[in-house]
């Protein structure tokens, strides 16, 4: 498949992941400073074939957590955009919880590689070090890192050539940002809690529907819905979203703990919020 954007495809490094490594990886690296006990258990558990593979992008390594499906067709797939926590462990659970629904996952560690010494998310050594490293990236370097996944996402022989992104709080953000980039070489756009572009204008480049996903309890983000809205009417583009009552920000990742109340409005935001995004995949 021809890339996009004139950018040259690279030749990935694919590294198998076998459970038993996963074990082994996750006592090597101080993971568990920011990641949930739950989500590592879903992961150790999967039984789908989990892989990283590595691009050159912005002169460094990137790395990518790609999870397959079990499935006999080909599938589409969903590139997802993590938080300002960097490639977590919640993270790829949610790329494996996808996987297990039939789609071809690819998750980027956006910060992998941008810090002396970190080869990925995984190595630094807080939360809070991981998201001093997501806000010193460069918007366009997080745009060309983008690009070069989506181009690597083309290439993938068990994709159907459907590809969407979905993107969690920052990554949410990147999520629209991109939809703003992207043209017609993605499908949909999935933006969980994050704002839109700053500018007006960018809205007019649009080429997809985007769908928005928000907790009531955001003011923050939600401040910011109208003005997406109003420039996405005034654009004549697709913009749907809903806004869950009583959910926080990163409700998607909060309510995932199976050890919480199926009351829990982060429980009851994320479980409505998962059913409506795959009844959207299913549509595409």
Not at 62 to 71: A, G, K
Request: proline share 6%; charged share 20%; with cysteine.
């Amino acid at each position: 498949m021809n890339c996009p954007y004139g950018v040259k495809i690279p030749q990935p490094t694919i590294i198998p992941m076998k459970n038993s490594l996963l074990i082994f990886l996750l006592f090597l690296f101080p993971v568990s400073l920011f990641a949930q006990d739950y989500a590592m258990e879903q992961l150790e558990n999967s039984p789908r074939h989990h892989e990283w593979v590595t691009i050159e992008s912005n002169d460094r390594t990137l790395h990518n957590f790609v999870v397959y499906p079990e499935t006999s067709e080909k599938a589409p797939v969903v590139i997802v955009i993590h938080e300002n926590r960097g490639l977590n462990i919640w993270a790829r659970s949610f790329a494996d919880q996808l996987a297990a629904k039939g789609y071809i996952a690819v998750a980027p560690d956006l910060i992998s590689n941008t810090v002396d010494g970190i080869e990925k998310t995984s190595d630094f050594e807080t939360s809070d070090a991981a998201r001093q490293a997501i806000y010193s990236l460069q918007p366009d370097h997080v745009t060309t890192d983008l690009q070069n996944v989506l181009a690597y996402a083309q290439t993938i022989e068990a994709g159907d050539g459907t590809i969407a992104v979905a993107g969690f709080c920052w990554g949410g953000s990147q999520s629209f940002r991109f939809a703003t980039n992207a043209g017609d070489a993605i499908d949909a756009t999935f933006v969980f809690y994050g704002t839109g572009p700053d500018s007006a204008e960018a809205y007019a480049s649009i080429e997809v529907p985007v769908y928005g996903f928000y907790g009531g309890n955001d003011e923050r983000v939600n401040s910011t819905i109208p003005d997406s809205d109003a420039a996405m009417e005034e654009y004549g583009k697709t913009y749907k979203y809903e806004i869950y009552e009583g959910a926080g920000h990163a409700y998607m990742r909060s309510g995932d703990d199976p050890e919480k109340p199926a009351d829990d409005p982060n429980v009851q935001a994320r479980n409505a919020s998962w059913e409506r995004l795959v009844n959207l995949l299913e549509a595409l």
